[in-house]
């Protein structure tokens, strides 16, 4: 782990991410939170308290952006390349499929969401996927949760924008019961081509 700017990065290469993450998947291990923290998020949790106690609370911080990799050289400890929610997703997605477990989206408006689950199922036949828009209201949050848990995924993908996908993750996470779990931005909508 290097701090940077007080969040604490994992210094984990890409390889060793997913082989730790395809394992939780596979053993059905207690849940994992990944944030990939960009830039970004790292100068609004300078000023925002929340948003540095989610980062805190997350079992693994990667680096999702070359500045942190490079300013890492001067913290003593060098973190070695970018890792990225998009490589992560795909990377976890192929180890799904290979091994018969579950994949849940969550997030990008209702249209954007069912061409990515189309498009994930042709590129990976035997994949089981579901999905839902991230356009719900708190009310219906608890519907939402229970929509995710009676699915069973191994792996969840949270795109709702930062911070509102790292606060569902950790409000959620023990009923959710996916063995990992990752905030990914506008990702769902990449995959929607
Ligand atoms: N999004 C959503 N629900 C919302 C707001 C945003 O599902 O209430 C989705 C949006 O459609 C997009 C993703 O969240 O797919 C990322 O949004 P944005 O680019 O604003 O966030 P960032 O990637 O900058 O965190």
Redesign the pocket.
Known sequence: MVNILGVPFSTSSFAETIDRLKRAMTEGAAPHHIITANP??IMIAQEDQTVMRLLHQADIVTPDGIGAVWASQYYGTKLRERVTGAELSEALIAHAEQSGLGVFL????PA??RLALERLQQKHPDLRIAGR????QEEQTAEVVEEIRSFGPSLLLV???????ELFISDHKAELGAAVMI???????IFAG
């Open positions: 970004e998020i969550l997030g990008a408006t954007s969401n828009d991230g356009y719900f795109g709702l924008g930062m911070p509102r996908q905030g990914i931005g506008g990702v769902i909508d």
